[in-house]
């Protein structure tokens, strides 16, 4: 099937280079010509395992292109994928200028059999919005679905090939029809297709990511609660993880969610809520809950210095809002380097993969060095925000040679606490007791 996705962006470069790889032609869209003269060489944007070595593979195959041309990718393909970004406005909702500017670009050049599928995501009521458009510019009904994605940041290619299920929305069975046999080779395990209507594909994917943002927010609150009464969260999470109604899943503790999607479509189905006249009292209570957390780590710091954190040195250890990424947006890490070096204190930081996005944005107001080892001379504390593997098994002999203080912040909880309090190294996580004589 020839294929056009428009954006090449995270979703939309994964979304053309897998269906490449299943054996369509695929032609992705960018307005960007520094960008597409990259990808044609086979250099991506964004760092995701296994993406840069699929992309050479499909183009050296030639089932897989890159143009700035419309012309060269709308009038063949049967279906065309929106990718394009749907960023959040001052009020919280979703930014769609992208998609219609799109939409015009697009019309003049549609076959009759041409599909549209937004891929972004967009709120309730756009994918309707869009056939209108289209059918205004073509004068002629356009076959419009919806088509959600759920995509992890690291682990985005086993996702879009394994996926737990794949979910459409649709106004004629036709369409479909078409999709499912588009998606068929990645749902050889047996795991559904979901044909559904256009507004609940929308609000399934919505729901999806607010539901784990509160997870989140959920276990991070009950962690704090643990600190003041002297229970430890691991235990806890332990105890309730075992329940099938609850599982483990999300209730990991920690600073806080980031990325593109929670906290962008958090706000976008609070401000949609609102547009119907509907106070979401608990996305209200996630988002909320979530700002506080990515500020848990500097107030720990804080507190343990006294208040008198100028000229201090801080090491810190993992910049992406998650492993296996390197997107900073709405990193916890931010919050935090923002406060420490409001409060007068110097940073040393670390990241696999993450440094030049977080360099690109604070220059040299912070010490960057490739090895997170290097990062402890002379450094009071080490902080520790993202939990990438590396990290797991730390030297910590090294550490506390290292340290001018032997003191750990852990963001992630990746040490057993005992096994800290038996080197000589203060550790301090998130939900651990901090009621030393429980008797």
Not at 178 to 195: A, I, M
Not at 214 to 219: C, N
Not at 327 to 345: F, T, W, Y
Request: with cysteine; glycine share 6%; aromatic share 8%.
């Amino acid at each position: 099937m020839k294929i056009a996705v428009i954006g090449t962006g995270y979703v939309g470069l994964v979304t053309g280079t897998c269906f490449s790889e299943s054996g369509n032609d695929v032609t992705c869209v960018d307005i960007d010509e520094t960008k597409v003269q990259k990808l044609r060489s086979g250099e991506i944007p964004i760092y995701e395992p296994g993406l840069e070595e699929m992309v050479k593979r499909n183009i050296k195959a030639r089932r897989l292109f890159f143009t700035t041309n419309y012309e060269e990718a709308i009038p063949e393909a049967k279906c065309i994928f929106i990718a394009v970004g749907t960023p959040q406005t001052e009020d919280g909702s979703a930014n769609l200028d992208s998609i219609w500017k799109v939409a015009e670009t697009l019309a003049p050049l549609l076959s009759k059999e041409a599909i549209v599928i937004i891929k972004s995501t967009v709120p309730v009521g756009t994918n309707r919005k869009l056939a209108a458009q289209l059918k205004s510019l073509t004068g002629r009904e356009v076959d419009v679905a919806s088509n959600p994605e759920f995509l992890k940041e690291g682990a985005a290619i086993d996702d879009f090939s394994k996926p737990d299920r794949v979910v459409v929305g649709v106004s004629r069975p036709e369409v479909s029809e078409v999709l499912h046999e588009l998606y068929k080779p990645f749902l050889r395990t047996e795991h559904p297709f979901l044909s559904m209507e256009l507004e609940s594909a929308e609000m399934t994917k919505y729901v999806a990511n607010c539901m784990l943002a509160t997870k989140i927010s959920f276990i991070n609150e009950m962690a704090n609660l643990c600190e003041r009464v002297g229970a430890d969260i691991n235990q806890v999470r332990r105890g309730i993880g075992h329940d099938q109604r609850i599982g483990f899943s999300f209730l990991f503790p920690g600073v806080g969610y980031g990325g593109s999607c929670f906290p962008k479509d958090v706000s976008a189905l609070i401000s949609v809520a609102r547009n119907q006249l509907m106070e979401p009292t608990i996305l209200n209570a996630v988002d909320q809950v979530n700002t506080s957390q990515k500020r848990v780590l500097f107030e720990k710091i804080n507190r343990y210095f006294k208040g008198d954190l100028k000229g201090k040195t801080f090491a810190i250890w993992g910049l992406a809002f998650k492993p296996k990424t390197d997107d900073i947006r709405e990193a916890p890490s931010l919050v935090l380097i923002d406060q420490l070096l409001e409060a007068g204190a110097s940073l040393k930081v670390h990241d696999p993969v993450a440094m030049e996005n977080v360099k690109a944005k604070y220059g040299e107001q912070l010490s960057y060095f490739d090895h997170h080892y290097d990062t402890l001379d002379d450094a009071d504390a080490l902080v520790i925000v993202t939990e990438w593997n590396e990290f797991r098994h730390a030297d910590f002999d090294y550490i506390l040679h290292k340290l001018t203080t032997p003191v750990i912040f852990d963001g992630r909880n990746l040490y057993d606490p005992e096994n800290m309090t038996q080197k000589g190294i203060e550790y301090f996580g998130i939900g651990l007791s901090s009621v030393k004589d429980k008797s």
